[in-house]
């Protein structure tokens, strides 16, 4: 998502239109990080259940007990990887809170996405804990979540194995209502999101995915290309009734990255229909926006559409102060936590 990456994805489209396509696959593996040599620990390579290996420094529950503000680094591992985190914490009583897993996207970092995304500041005023994992340059060297890989899209393997290991570590151990744990995320890291919430929807009792795609879009490089266009074919819908936690998405439908038909996928693969009465407004700051509701086949509300009209790839309403933001749109972290405490987990 920085100029490097957008310039390479922009030769790739030009050289994809001339008719050039192993030209424009090259390009595209520059531009989502390449396919470097498997290492040992490398999450591309392993594919196999994953096991948690404990935190020996870990606070104990006395720990977590009146403990005051923090925004702290750590590490989880286990048998699919490891990858470095941040966490932020609030002033707190002892009660379980809520948590918010936070997952940034290509080029930014924890800190960064913090930053855009005033996440913290909500949590602190809000009472719960926020999670930011750390995509590394090993892992991908534009710092992509691989979405795209198909070694990254189910329970137990790579990524997502990473990251569920991370979320139930911080949940035990960090006094976390395990009722109450969300995921959301922007590009590929809303892609990530996804992902996670389809294939751990016992751990994340709702999702948020801004400028994203739906699981299973792509299967490499060249389909990634294909699907951030909007033009792979649909994902299938869910196969079961409730297998995807609710889902609010957030898209700019002048989105030239990853394009805004695949906000639509991503409610359509999760087997919802959509209310008719969608809510039109602008923002204070004269951005049109459309909301709409999507129900079950019970007519219970699954889903919220959240579209930007005029609007490209960038986290609707936030700070300047972080890359890929959007200040005069609708706030998405704002409103994703209104959705996430509509939807508490059983």
Known sequence: MNDDFQRRMAEAARLMRGGNLMEATAAIQQALGGTPA???????????????????????????????????????????????????EP????????????????????????RGTRMNALARAQGFLVLWPAQSQRGNAQRCWNWFKHNHQA??????????????????????????????????????????????????????VHSGLPTGSARDVQSAFAAMGGGAPPVPRASRAGATPPTIVFHGDADTTVNVVNGERILQAGGW????????ASTSMGVPYSRRVHVDGQGVERAEQWTIHGAGHAWSGG???????????????????????????R
């Not at 104990?60 to 699919?80: K, L, P, Q």
């Not at 997952?103 to 960064?112: E, F, K, S």
């Open 38 to 88: 498997a290492q040992p620990d490398d999450p591309d390579v392993v594919d196999v259940e994953a096991r948690v290996i404990p935190d020996a420094g870990a606070p104990s529950a006395a720990a977590v007990r009146g403990a005051a503000e923090s925004f702290t680094a750590g590490h989880f591992r286990n048998e699919c990887g490891g990858r470095d985190y941040k966490l932020f």
């Open 91 to 114: 002033a707190r009583d002892g009660r379980a809170l809520p948590l918010v897993v936070m997952l940034h996207g290509c080029t930014q970092d924890p800190d960064d996405f913090a």
């Open 155 to 208: 329970r137990g393997k790579g990524e997502p194995a990473i990251l569920a290991g991370m979320v139930r570590e911080v949940v035990s151990t960090h006094g976390v209502d395990p009722a109450r744990v969300y995921v959301a995320g922007l590009s590929a890291g809303g892609a990530m999101a996804a992902i996670l919430g389809d294939a751990y929807p016992e751990l994340f009792a709702a999702v948020g």
């Open 273 to 280: 229909s959509a209310r008719p009465d969608a809510v039109h």
């Open 319 to 345: 700070d300047l102060s972080g890359s890929y933001t959007d200040p005069r749109g609708p706030d998405a972290s704002a409103e994703m936590l209104r959705f996430f405490r509509q939807h508490p987990g």
